[in-house]
């Protein structure tokens, strides 16, 4: 499915979507406000209308406060009075709800009648009780009268309350003398109580009386009766004025109890009207609420058909999309299935060809770097100088190659080292030199001062790699003048260094409408070039892109006969000096082989040919298995300082042999190995794998490698 079509079924599906949505809303939103509609309808039908229900409770209570009235007014219970006072405080309420429910209704006016008459039925009340009161303030002269009349039956009894003098009158009698008694004791009687004479003798001697004549005060008792005679006729006279109030109470009270029950029928009426009023319009109401109803329920029959059908719309275009996605996603899966298989065959041809080319160049720039140890004449170095720039050549269109496959399938990864721009500039244009050199070119490079010593963190290879396409261009177009690599510090914010680095030629220069095209995959200027200046058109794809991956951009300034000017900005942070001191230096590594023993397993003889002699000149003893059975059969008989395996052989594969001699016991368990291989895509083995090696060796190598 193409781009466009695929933007437009998107769109497509957007648009319905939000249709689709926007329509449901629209349903869902009066389908709900019809639902209201028609519950609050229906609630209202079945269920009282509360100022109704408030009105019938008013009613009612109403009677109840009567009763307690009636039950006050005839006990002059105080708990009766409260109960009156409490149920007239929330009927006071009640009327009060009714009053605020009852703005904007027709029974308005009925409800603020209710409100004073209440009122004033409430003060017709308390004005009756204060009548009460006053009369039982008048019970203490009648008590007082009572108590009069009961003293003055009594007050003339009490002689103690009234003045007197009282006469005492005093007799004294003499006893007999003894002779007359000695007489009279001389009878027996005598004789028989003469003991108690003599008894008597010492006790009694004289006989004394008393007696009292009382006479009272007449004035006194004359004064006393004038008072109480004053005194009644205030009393009599205060209680022909009670009476008086007390009747005037009476009427006052009666004429009270007349008025409560006028007003009580009056409040009855009135409430009995507001019932009837509220009654008409809970009517009304009922009646608007059933059209309601009637109109709500049939707006919902028709949203929910809508909603129905739009739906079983949605769910027909919904199904359509799936199907229609289904089989897009089945053709999309195998389409992704076979392009992951030609990206397969794809690596796999690569590899093959990586393989098929690196071994055959691995023996050629072998050989000729040993032919060149031995003395030549000036038309031999000529011809080995040409046999080493084809192979040179070959090796890098198969590198550039590779590269351009990495980066288009996303498995190209960059190393983070310490690095200095000076050494990476230098190599490039030392790769350059010989080249320049026989065109008569000039290689010119300038580094900024502060960048000359900095230690930056980053990928080497990868910005010399960029540096030699873009000077290699230069050179390769340039008859006379000079191709020159600069590099630049950029202000930044951070720690970091902004690096722009610029590649100049004196050359032919580019065409404006040509300069886009330049940086295209298998691309160049003019179909002339490939024929005159050779190559594939990948090198400015390829640095275009490794600058791309790593976060800049490149341009280029050209005008047709004065040169061209390629520049890009890289960011790299600051390393430390370890970083760049640690690196491997072949040169200044001493590297002593005599003595030790290597187990060469390589299916290619020339490969062992290739190799032979440097290890005699290494003093290094070699054994030589030509596949993976063999070279497992010498391993386990001796033990060997090093294992060089080959990755492709036939039978037992490099892997199957390195597995086996790590993970069986033997004596070459701990030995090195190293993987050596043409196959460029060693990197994608699984990381168990890598982890049983000790080193890879790519081929084609040099003997220092």
């Known amino acids: ?50 100022d109704e229900g408030l009105s019938e409770k008013i009613l009612a209570d109403l009677s109840e406060l009567e009763g307690h009235s009636r039950a006050y007014s005839l006990t002059d219970n ?30 308005r006016r009925e409800v603020d009648t209710l409100r004073g008459l209440f009122k004033l039925k409430i003060r017709s009340f308390e004005e009756l009780i204060n009548v009460r009161n006053r009369g039982r303030y008048d019970e203490p002269t009648r008590d007082a009268i009572r108590l009069l009349a009961e003293t003055d039956s009594t007050i003339l009894a009490d002689s103690l309350l009234m003045p007197r003098h009282e006469v005492v009158t005093t007799t004294v009698t003499k006893p007999l003398s ?54 009644k006729t205030a009393l009599a006279e205060a ?23 006028r007003v009580i029928d009056k409040l009855r009426t009135i409430i009995l009207k507001i019932n009837q009023l509220e009654r008409f319009n809970a009517n ?141 500039i230098n190599d490039s244009l030392y790769t350059l030199s010989h080249q320049a050199r026989n065109k008569g070119i000039e290689l010119r490079s300038y580094i900024d001062p502060h960048l000359k010593e900095t230690i930056l963190r980053g990928d080497p ?57 330049i940086f295209e995959d298998f691309s160049q200027e003019d179909s002339t070039i490939a024929r005159k200046f050779g190559g594939t058109g990948l090198g400015l794809a390829i640095s275009r892109k490794l ?3 790593q976060g800049g951009r490149i341009f280029v300034q050209s005008e047709p006969g004065e040169g061209a000017l390629f520049s890009f900005v890289l960011e790299y942070e600051p390393a430390d000096k370890d970083e760049y001191n640690g690196k491997f230096n072949p040169e200044a590594v001493d590297i002593n082989l005599s003595g030790k023993s290597l187990l060469l397993i390589d299916d290619d003889t020339m490969n062992h040919i290739l190799l032979k002699p440097a290890f005699e000149r290494w003093n290094l003893s070699l054994s030589s298995a030509y596949n993976g059975e063999e070279g497992l059969r010498q391993a386990s008989q001796k033990d060997y300082d090093y294992i060089l395996v080959d990755l492709q052989m036939p039978g037992m594969g490099g892997w199957d042999v390195v597995r086996k001699l790590r993970t069986e016991d033997g004596p070459n368990k701990d030995s090195k190995i190293v993987l050596c291989t043409a196959n460029a895509m060693v990197q994608k083995a699984p990381p168990e794998l890598v982890e049983l090696l000790d080193a890879t060796l790519l081929k084609p190598f040099k003997e220092f490698d």
């Open 239 to 261: 209680e022909m004025i009670r009476q008086q109030q007390v009747e005037r109470l009476n009427r006052q009270e009666m004429d009270l109890l007349a008025n409560d029950f």
């Open 547 to 549: 600058v791309e991956l």
């Open 1 to 50: 499915m193409s781009k466009e079509n695929s933007g437009n079924t998107i769109t497509k599906v957007i648009v319905i979507l939000i249709i689709t949505l926007g329509v449901l809303g629209a349903i869902s939103f009066y389908s709900f406000k019809s639902y209201s509609e028609f519950t609050a309808a229906v609630d209202s039908l079945s269920g009282k209308s509360s």
């Open 78 to 107: 105080q708990e009766d009075l409260s109960l009156y006072l409490e149920k007239a405080e929330e009927m006071m309420q009640d009327i009060d709800r009714l009053y605020v429910r009852s703005a904007g209704t027709n029974y």
């Open 461 to 517: 290879a990868r910005l010399k790699q960029i540096l030699i396409n873009l000077a290699g261009n230069g050179v390769k177009f340039t008859d006379t003048g000079y191709v020159k690599i600069s590099a630049y510090k950029e202000p930044l914010s951070t720690e970091n260094y902004r690096i722009r680095f610029e590649v100049e030629d004196t050359g032919k220069g580019i065409e404006k409408s040509k300069q886009e095209a």
């Open 284 to 424: 009304q109401k009922k009646s608007e609420a059933l059209d309601i109803a009637r109109s709500s329920f049939s707006s919902v029959i028709v949203f929910a058909l809508c909603g129905g059908l739009l739906a079983m719309l949605l769910v027909y275009f919904v199904i359509h999309d799936i199907l229609r996605e289904r089989n897009l996603k089945e053709r999309l899966a195998a389409a992704k299935g076979e392009a992951e298989r030609l990206a397969n065959v794809k690596e796999e041809f690569l590899a093959n060809m990586s393989h098929e080319i690196r071994t055959p160049l691995n023996s050629i720039i072998g050989f000729s770097e040993q032919l060149n140890e031995t003395e030549l004449d000036a038309e031999q170095q000529e011809k080995l100088h040409n046999v080493r720039r084809s192979s040179d050549h070959l090796l890098t269109l198969v590198n550039d190659i590779l590269d351009f496959s990495k980066i288009e399938s996303g498995k190209l990864r960059f190393e983070s080292i310490g690095f200095k721009l000076r050494d990476v």
């Open 178 to 231: 003894k002779k007359s008694r000695k007489e009279e004791k001389k009878t027996w009687l005598g004789r028989l109580f003469s003991k108690d004479d003599k008894a008597r003798k010492d006790s009694v001697q004289n006989q004394v009386t008393k007696q009292t004549v009382v006479s009272y005060d007449s004035s006194y008792i004359e004064k006393v009766d004038t008072m109480l005679n004053s005194v």
